[in-house]
């Protein structure tokens, strides 16, 4: 059936530096690739997201980028900061009569002082 | 304000309870999702409705049963659930993209609802 994998599960990054999570999709039907947030004990919220008629996107530190032929997604986050610490969810939809919703298991990212 | 409100925000019941969730949007959306989140499985879609009608059952337990009696309300009730059933109860709202005609419709979720079963 229709999967999403995420690695990695957990990453730990320098304050500073950049961290990438990488999602990759089965249905090649998936049309709409959104990223959220989850700080511990709170809601998940949307980061940033893309659709399949675009490559990459960008939100001053935060970037994505798909590769529909790899059928591969990348959240991209630069010059990290303590807030930047939280668990990060991608996910891939495909639009249409049966509407699907699939999400990756999660990474949890540490920005470490 | 997030926008997607529930009640109640902790719940702890015995397996022979019957209790129901509640989700109110105030966005406007007219498409509400229910998941569940635990450590086994962090964002796990159990039910949408989108326009009033639900297009999507993952095969979930019948001991949960949605209702959704408009646009603006979701329900998910409860009865004789599992010590696995533990977790939390996450609910969503979104633009439903047939309405809208654009595919990237994102989700907003609500704070959840931690349920605990004895």
């Known amino acids: 059936g229709e999967n999403v994998e995420q690695h990695p599960s957990t990453l730990s990054v320098q304050e500073g530096d950049s961290a990438v999570i990488k999602c990759t999709y089965s249905d090649s039907a998936s049309n709409y690739f959104p990223w959220y947030k989850q700080e511990l004990g709170k809601r998940p919220q949307l980061i940033i997201d893309?659709?399949?008629?675009?490559g990459e996107k960008k939100d001053q530190r935060i970037a994505v980028t798909l590769n529909k032929t790899a059928k591969h997604f990348s959240l991209h986050i630069t010059e990290t900061q303590p807030e930047d610490s939280a668990v990060y969810f991608c996910?891939?939809?495909?639009?249409?009569?049966?509407?699907?919703?699939?999400f990756g298991k999660g990474t949890r990212l540490h920005i470490l002082p | 304000e997030t926008g997607v409100t529930q009640t109640p925000r902790h719940l702890v019941m015995g397996m022979t309870n019957k209790k129901s969730l509640k989700c109110e949007q105030h966005l406007g959306h007219n498409a509400m999702y229910w998941y569940k989140q635990s450590a086994k499985k962090p964002l796990e879609l159990m039910f949408v409705y989108s326009l009033e009608e639900r297009v999507e059952n993952n095969s979930v337990p019948s001991r949960f049963s949605p209702e959704c009696p408009n646009s603006s309300h979701l329900f998910l009730h409860l009865h004789t659930l599992q010590p696995e059933d533990s977790a939390l109860y996450l609910c969503a709202s979104s633009q439903d993209w047939r309405r809208s005609g654009a595919c990237d419709q994102p989700q907003h979720f609500g704070d959840g609802t931690r349920l605990s079963i004895l």
């Open positions: 893309i659709r399949s008629n675009v």
């Open positions: 996910a891939a939809i495909l639009m249409n009569r049966d509407d699907k919703i699939i």
